[in-house]
């Protein structure tokens, strides 16, 4: 059913899906009863009200992988791969948050031809104080100057593919420079997660597949599915299901070079072969850019004609989850943003507003815990807000708007209600005088949206768009605004206080499962 509903590519299927959320049957009309059961339950459940419906109970428990992240080695972490961490991550979230076992995988690029020719460019180039104390800058430099040289000598190429043979052979002084690359990035990337908040279950990587794709090959051959042309060896996947839609060019991949050095697409399928053995997950599902939809078809098409019925596309095991690209991202001509000076703009920028900010309630230090999360809602609400599919120009005023459609707007709400409740006067409890609360049309379109969702998070892991879920977070904090002019707590009697406060306190209960589902802790003071 799940992956079913995953086959969503475009708004129309999207849009349609936002408004059976927006549907659900009024509860108001229900009567009273029904309006203090909704507001008890989620004031009883608190972080775990969303999903604990029979939809869910119901659901049979699967062990999932999702692979993303996924940057390579010995490169500066750009955008295009934060942006397949932040959705890989907030997946991950969904699924777990709806009972399944989820392994959260980071499948490194860490083998292939382009480390030879960064091999070479070090040779001549390479600095190693500068590799010390900045090595992925470093490195990034290098793989530019060489790529460009490469472009105009076809010596290097051809030099390049020498010394990755050498690689493959075992040849433990091609491997030197290969392994400090390795050891340097993983470092550098686990700094980096940790600092958006980003765990892994596991970390994997191209280069243990080596041996196991050669195992690949021999399988292929034994089941005569492989053929020579041009001096590569290709293997014929027409009539696969999974390529039903593709153009031809996809149909005959290449799986091997002619001097027999592995590709990344017969590691990839030793890779999920081995994850099937070691996992034997229910589901396995890839998020990266959605260019990459053809190379994970092919994956699944080799499989499947390897004969693995877990491969067959009927069984809905293996997926691919595609988003759009963070356009004029390239890394072979070097003008790419990288994440690294990203979150230090972003952090700047956060911590100037916050300095300049009348309503700011704690002190600041420039890379206090506080502008670190003000900033990140800001990049991931940027990031999340429109469907996967489509791809955007990255504007950091955008991102780390105070007003409108913004992950600021979110915690700024979510701090406005911890305020609200600190200072009310009055304790929150679950049983109010419902009739208090009916006689506010602002809290009735409030209780309406928040009786919505349970309907929402349904509908969000049914589709694992967290467009989904950001659309119903920016109205429940433009609802709870509108509320709070009307309805103020502080100072009213003290039955209009409670029934008030309570409102308000389911709405800062789901705004906080919300901000936990995108990736960040909801935040009590800004």
């Known amino acids: 059913m799940l992956s079913n509903l995953l086959r969503r590519t475009f708004s129309h299927e999207i849009l349609p899906a936002i408004r059976h959320y927006s549907s659900t049957a009024p509860i108001v009309t229900s009567g009273s009863e029904q309006v203090l059961e909704l507001l008890s339950e989620i004031y009883t459940r608190g972080k775990d009200y969303g999903f604990h419906t029979d939809y869910f109970k119901n659901l049979q428990q699967e062990n999932i992988i999702v692979e993303y992240s ?74 530019v100057k060489i790529s460009k040289e490469a472009e105009e000598n076809l010596q290097i190429k051809e030099e390049a593919q020498e010394v990755f043979l050498d690689m493959e052979n075992g ?33 994997s990587g191209e280069s243990m597949y080596l041996d196991k794709s050669r195992e690949v090959l021999e399988i292929l051959k034994e089941k005569d599915l492989l053929y020579w042309d041009n001096g590569a060896l290709k293997m014929n996947l027409a009539g696969s299901k999974w390529l039903s839609k593709s153009p031809q060019i996809y149909q005959h991949p290449v799986l091997a070079r002619k001097n027999g050095t592995s590709l990344y697409l017969t590691r990839d399928v030793a890779a999920a072969i081995d994850r099937f053995n070691d996992y034997k997950f229910d589901r396995m599902i890839y998020v990266t850019d959605i260019s990459q939809a053809e190379h994970f078809n092919q994956i699944f098409a080799i499989l499947e004609k390897m004969g693995f019925p877990w491969a067959d596309k009927n069984t809905e095991m ?73 791809g955007y120009n990255f504007n950091l005023e955008a991102a780390l708007a105070s007003k409108g459609s913004s992950g600021l707007f979110l915690q700024a709400t979510h701090c406005r209600l911890c305020s609200l409740e600190a200072n009310a006067g009055v304790h929150c409890i679950p049983q109010v005088d419902v009739d208090r609360i ?15 969702y349970t309907t929402m998070t349904k509908t969000l892991y049914e589709t694992l768009e967290p467009c989904i879920l950001l659309r119903y977070l920016f109205d429940l904090c433009h609802l709870t605004a509108k509320a709070l002019i009307p309805c103020t707590v502080k100072g009213a009697d003290i039955a209009d206080a409670q029934a008030r406060l309570l409102c308000f306190f389911c709405a800062k209960t789901i705004l906080g499962n919300g901000l936990r589902l995108m990736g960040v802790p909801p935040l009590v003071k800004m």
Not at 172 to 195: G, M, N, P, V
Request: charged letters at 25%; glycine letters at 6%; aromatic letters at 10%.
């Open 171 to 203: 040849n433990a002084d091609a491997l030197q420079f290969w392994k400090c690359c390795r050891e340097l990035s993983i470092s550098e990337y686990k700094k980096l997660y940790h600092s958006i908040g980003v765990e892994f279950d596991v970390f």
């Open 70 to 143: 996924s940057p390579n080695i010995a490169k500066m972490f750009h955008v295009g791969h934060y942006r397949s961490t932040v959705v890989g991550n907030v997946i991950s979230g969904i699924l777990s948050a709806a009972g399944h076992n989820v392994c959260k995988m980071n499948y490194l690029g860490d083998w292939g031809v382009q480390f030879a020719l960064l091999a070479l460019s070090y040779k001549k180039y390479g600095n190693p104080t500068a590799l010390k104390e900045q090595p992925l800058f470093h490195l990034y430099e290098l793989y």
């Open 438 to 452: 009916l006689s506010e049309p602002s809290l009735v379109e409030l209780i309406e949206h928040l009786n919505k």
């Open 318 to 390: 293996l997926m691919h989850v595609g988003f759009g690209r963070i356009h004029k991202m390239q890394t072979r001509k070097g003008n790419m943003t990288f994440l690294h000076d990203l979150l230090e703009d972003a952090y700047q920028k956060a911590h100037e507003d916050r300095l300049y900010c009348k309503t700011r309630k704690m002190p600041l230090t420039p890379k206090d815990d506080v502008t670190k999360i003000v900033a990140l809602s800001g990049l991931i609400y940027h990031d999340l807000k429109a469907r996967l599919s489509k």
